[in-house]
């Protein structure tokens, strides 16, 4: 742990990065679910990206914090978003898009990240582009680091325990009776998180989707900009 005023801020800058992600996560399950016919999240504020009603004191800050100042992989979850099931007309399918909504906004924050750095990079050319990547606390790394943090929200979240976004998805494609069995396992989902906390390791799946978002779509751009 760096407790240098710069390895300080770098981990505030970083927190602050998960409360806006985590803000749009929540904000888009609140809006899908809106538009679905669910206006419970509308009704108590929870379509904003104010920080502070999505809140969760473990998920969105001990976590967040602990995994900075530990060196690791920054992720975490905010407050759910509260849905009334009943109010959609078509409620697996409903759900399902509720529960996309969230992973999906964190893709997009991703995508938003990856045109600012080409952008960037067409401006200032791939080998300054580069350099800056590479420097660490440049403006450069730091729209990496918002992508990579997105990116890793995105993945966690779609795995398939519940309460997690993955569980509501999956259990809308499952036959019914494998639905009700699936649905059991919320009563010991907190116990299933931790051993996937703690044995699963996402980083190779991470790997995968870092090359496809970042690493191959920037070499493309180089080339691109090199061959003229």
Known sequence: ????????????????IIFFSLSVHESAHGWMADKLGDHTARMLGRI????????????????????????????GWAKPVPVISRNFKHIKRDGALVGAAGPLSNLMLVLISLFLMGASMAVLG???????????????????????????????NLIPIPPLDGSWILSAILPYRVQQL????????????????????????????????????????????QGH
């Open 1 to 16: 742990m760096d407790f240098s005023l710069i390895g300080i801020l770098t981990i505030a800058l970083e927190v602050l």
């Open 182 to 225: 699936y649905d059991r396992t919320r009563n010991f989902s907190f116990i299933l998180l931790l051993l996937v906390f703690f044995l699963v390791d996402i980083r190779p799946a991470v790997n995968v989707l870092v090359w496809l978002f970042f690493q191959l779509p920037l070499e493309l751009l180089t080339f691109l900009l």
């Open 48 to 75: 904003t990206l104010n920080p502070i009603p999505h809140i969760d004191p473990v998920g969105t800050i001990f976590l967040p914090l602990f995994l900075a100042v530990t060196g690791m992989p920054i992720f």
């Open 126 to 156: 791939p080998q300054r582009f580069g350099a800056l990547v590479n420097s660490k606390y440049s403006g450069i790394w730091w729209l990496l680091q918002f992508g990579l943090i997105n990116l890793i929200l995105a993945v966690f």
